[in-house]
């Protein structure tokens, strides 16, 4: 479907594809199928095992929340092509799609993709009676989906400005994606002498951090989570032997180990569903705490 592609992604060494084959790729889609058929590519990440960024992002707890974590993911994947979300805690979000810089403004099929994959992340979550509403270039709004079905104007969207859109959602009640890592035990050691009351506080700390690693935690927030203030947390945590700092690194450094067992899954994706703020921040503390490199690990988990 792209005729002049550079060469063809090896899957084996480097899935990456460049910016220029995908925009082709989905232009070539959207001339052929049409832009119901873009929009409704999103609807393929409910389908059985995908991939570990879907999986994470569908973990998430509120709108907001996911809305938080698209916003980290074009931050650490340094996206050229950005999406302004615009949420306040009413049961709608404006999406606005923009360039970062001198970057190629994003075309119709890139902005029918993003739309159709927040629309399918949102239902994943828990949102119900979704439906989503994008400006025509001459005349209303058209409401393109309702309920799970797509309905255009025209079949390659081309009276739409597919620049922005608002998706709104009737209810929310959470709808947790189950991951492997969810019935992990995450080991973390706690000296002998350890009070009971510190080891329950320190269990129901890992069974909250672990349950959303895109959540970035504040020990304030964890604290009122638990029902304490944020000085009995940090007491509690000491009687541990721990600082809050310590137990978020130990368990993002096994999740990304957890992960970096899916040889398929690129390095950056580890880093990123684990948790960690970049590829930079991945990298150097895996290494303090494991002695080795992510790709290092890796490596030496296939020799055995």
């Known amino acids: 479907m792209i005729p002049d592609a550079s060469r063809p992604a090896d899957s084996l060494r480097k899935s990456t594809v460049p910016a220029g084959d995908k925009r082709q790729l989905l232009d070539q889609v959207l001339q052929r199928a049409g832009a119901s058929a873009i929009l409704s590519i999103g609807q393929g990440l409910r389908d059985g095992d995908f991939d570990p960024l ?38 709608e979000v404006l999406c606005r799609r923009y360039a970062v810089g001198t970057d190629t403004p994003p075309g ?55 620049t922005t859109w608002t998706i709104r959602w009737q209810s929310f009640e959470t709808s947790a994606i189950p991951d492997a890592s969810d019935a992990q035990d995450f080991i973390i050691p706690l000296p002998d002498e350890c009070p009971p009351l510190a080891r329950r506080i320190v269990g129901s700390s890992v069974e909250h951090l672990s349950a959303d690693f895109l959540r970035q935690w504040k020990v304030g927030e964890l604290a009122q989570t638990l029902g304490l203030s944020q000085r009995s947390l940090q007491r509690r945590f000491g009687e541990a032997e721990l600082s809050f700092s310590d137990l978020v690194r130990a368990l993002r450094i096994q999740e990304a180990s957890r992960l970096l067992e899916e040889r398929e899954t690129p390095l950056g994706v580890v880093g990123f569903c684990a948790g960690f703020s970049d590829s930079a921040h991945f990298s150097r503390d895996f290494r303090v705490i494991t002695g080795t490199t992510p790709s290092a690990f890796r490596e030496a988990l296939s020799d055995t």
């Not at 938080?68 to 996206?79: C, F, I, K, N, T």
């Open 108 to 162: 119709p099929a890139e902005n029918l993709l993003i739309c159709g994959v927040l629309l399918a992340l949102l239902e994943m979550i828990g949102c119900q009676g979704i439906a989503c509403q994008m400006p025509q270039i001459k005349g209303a709004n058209a409401d393109i989906y309702t309920d799970g079905v797509i309905h255009l104007p025209d079949v390659q969207g081309e009276s739409l400005d597919t």
């Open 54 to 91: 879907w999986r994470a992002s569908a973990k998430a707890k509120s709108p907001a929340m996911l809305f938080q974590g698209w916003r980290r993911l074009e931050g650490y994947a340094h996206s050229t092509n950005r999406v302004e979300l615009i949420h306040d805690d009413k049961a």
